[in-house]
């Protein structure tokens, strides 16, 4: 009976826990997006250089649209550290004992989001360049793929079946990659290369690399390039998949990164033909970061798989004496 209301208890965590950490990751998603929203719109500074106050009024004024975008975003940023808090304490009632790797994934959650407060402050405060906005970015990429790990090792079970090392490879490679590149774009709008290049795929009259036309231009390009090679890079890895994996979550990830990632570069592209439009930009950055998500989840599965395979290796001596 006892044992019966531990398992029970247990599983109520787990099923808090992992709502509570898809609920934050969705939420943080939305904010990135909306970061995007405050940067295409040149709102970063809507509040002048007050914060958390706006121009040190607790409401901007209503006439101030770029006022307005910015207090929203750190409004939304206040619900996400709300459901973090959430978050966390549940980590520590039901696995700082029993999982630590769940409880300090979601500490680390917690660090990086006020990590990520703190540099936007930051940034407002003292008017720094839109360069370092990129850390604040690559920031919040870290803070979802922190929580997205936390729920994944929380809720996956392995299935204890035999894997290959160069799937798991494969996909450490393109998160990575994937992550470089969301950075790169963060330096592209921060450096002022967005228009370098007004047309698509090549920069102007059938360049390949404007080398004459300036750094900006050659910034521009190299983002090209480079998510052109992650094309290619998860091309390979959904190959590998299909060829050894017979789930169908890991099949599904890798394909929903794959295909995530080619409407990303489309409305890169649109981005870049409708001259830098408010909304194809924040679709860029939500596709990315969703590329971005389902490779770290799909990072930690075949991680989990590959930890329950080890151990089934070293007790297998044990069950035959």
């Not at 910015?70 to 459901?83: N, P, Q, S, T």
């Not at 698509?200 to 998510?227: E, K, S, T, Y």
Request: charged fraction near 10%.
């Amino acid at each position: 009976m006892i044992a019966n209301n531990v398992k029970h208890q247990h599983q109520r965590g787990v099923r808090t826990f992992t709502i509570l950490a898809l609920l934050t990751a969705i939420l943080t998603v939305g904010l990135i997006i909306f970061g995007a929203v405050v940067r295409v719109t040149d709102s970063g500074l809507g509040c002048g250089s007050s914060w958390p106050l706006c121009d040190g009024h607790v409401l901007p004024p209503l006439d101030n649209v770029t006022a307005w975008i910015e207090w929203l975003h750190r409004l939304f940023a206040a619900l996400i550290g709300l459901f973090g808090l959430a978050t966390l304490f549940v980590a520590w009632r039901s696995y700082r004992q029993s999982d630590g790797r769940v409880f300090w994934l979601t500490v680390a959650a917690a660090v990086l989001f006020v990590v990520q407060s703190l540099l936007g402050a930051i940034v407002v405060i003292f008017e720094l360049p839109p360069t370092f906005v990129t850390l604040h970015l690559g920031t919040a990429m870290l803070l979802l793929g922190s929580l997205l790990a936390a729920a994944v090792v929380a809720w996956y079970r392995p299935h204890l079946q035999g894997r290959s090392d160069n799937v798991r490879s494969l996909a450490y490679l393109n998160a990575v990659f994937s992550l470089v590149i969301i950075l790169t774009g963060a330096l592209v709008r921060g450096s002022g290369a967005t228009l370098a290049c007004t047309e698509w795929p090549l920069c102007f009259d059938n360049v390949l690399l404007p080398v004459d036309a300036g750094q900006l231009a050659v910034i521009h390009m190299i983002h090209r390039f480079a998510v052109a090679a992650l094309g290619l890079s998860l091309l390979i890895l959904v190959w590998q998949v299909i060829r050894q994996r017979r789930d169908s979550l890991v099949r599904g990830l890798a394909v929903g990164a794959f295909v995530a990632y080619l409407a990303q570069a489309g409305v890169g592209a649109m981005y870049v033909i409708s001259v830098a439009g408010p909304g194809w930009g924040a679709a860029h950055v939500g596709l990315a970061s969703l590329t971005w998500a389902l490779l770290v989840a799909l990072c930690m599965i075949e991680s989990l798989e590959a930890s329950s395979e080890d151990v089934n290796k070293q007790l297998e001596p044990q069950w035959q004496s």
